[in-house]
């Protein structure tokens, strides 16, 4: 897909928000023939307008029948930018049960269906990235049910890239450290951080960016967009089970 190149069918999950929605835009400004959206906020889907052919999906990426009907209506996917997550922290010895099974199932089981769904209806020579994170490369304190399940999309990618070769399918991975999204409000950590900077989320963004990030800035949600669409690409075409660690050297 260079810059003047067909963009096809392009399926995008976790697309109401955040980097997925910047990747909607970023596709339909791109020229994508079809749009297929996929987010379990029904809502924020149907307000979405990235312009163009779009065909909405709400519903969970860990239901196998959500999938089912994705695959059914389909066609054939050429491009695919699977990331649906939800964010998770606390230490080992502290986390719940069922917190871990939530984050392993969202971030890790979601993936697999959408991955398997995406590996059978994509054409040849279609280019798949899935989005992991910095903290399933670098081992951080408080992060292991997160760090895990993207640790485990990394080698998701990787294995997809070995199998799908044969047909010049690429897979590969993003790994973001922070990013100015609205997964952070999830955190009872950051919603502490914002009250102790007196309500101001720019300003307990910028000092988290400041603790361990050398560029001392979060990325947004665009930047990885336009990094997302660099893998989806010609340009990257023989670029296949890479991570692209975009963390402003976190992980250094
Ligand atoms: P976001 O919260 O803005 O967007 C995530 C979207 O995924 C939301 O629209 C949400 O409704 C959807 N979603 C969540 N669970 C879902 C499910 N079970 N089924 C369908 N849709 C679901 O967050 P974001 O920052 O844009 O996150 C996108 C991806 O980037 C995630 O995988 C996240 O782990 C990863 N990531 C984010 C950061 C960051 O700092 N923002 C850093 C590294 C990696």
């Known amino acids: ?18 980097i997925g929605a910047a990747c909607a835009h970023a596709l339909a400004a791109r020229g994508a023939q ?13 307000a979405l307008d990235p312009g163009g052919d779009v065909t909405r999906f709400a519903g969970d990426v860990c239901d196998p029948a959500l999938w089912e009907q994705i695959e059914a209506q389909a066609g054939t996917i050429d491009r695919a930018v699977l990331n649906a997550g939800i964010a998770a922290g606390g ?7 069922d917190d871990w099974r939530r984050t392993l199932g969202v971030n890790l089981d979601g993936m697999f269906l959408s991955l398997r769904s995406t590996l059978r209806k994509a054409g040849d020579g279609a280019s798949i990235v899935l989005t992991a994170s910095v903290s399933g ?10 760090g895990a399940s993207k640790a485990g999309v990394i080698q998701l990618a990787r294995v997809a890239a070995r199998e799908a070769a044969a047909r010049g399918i690429r897979v590969n991975a993003i790994a973001p450290g922070g990013v100015d999204t609205p997964i952070w ?17 720019d300003k307990a963004l910028a000092a988290m960016a400041a603790i361990g990030t050398p560029l001392a800035r979060f990325a947004t949600a ?12 010609d340009d990257a075409a023989t670029i296949t089970g890479t991570v692209l660690v975009s963390d402003g050297g976190y992980s250094l």
Not at 3 to 17: E, F, Q, R
Not at 91 to 97: L, N, P, Q, V
């Open 34 to 46: 079809r749009l297929l959206l996929v987010d379990s906020n029904d809502d924020a889907l149907q």
């Open 185 to 201: 409000d999830q955190t009872l950590f950051f919603r502490d951080l914002v009250a102790s900077h007196d309500g101001d989320r």
């Open 1 to 18: 897909m260079p810059s003047d190149a067909p963009v096809g069918t392009c399926l995008i999950t976790g697309a109401a928000s955040g």
């Open 91 to 97: 230490m080992i010895a502290d986390t719940e049960f």
């Open 222 to 233: 665009s930047e990885i967009a336009a990094q997302i669409l660099f893998l989806l690409s």
């Open 137 to 146: 490369v670098k081992a951080e304190p408080g992060t292991a049910a997160y």
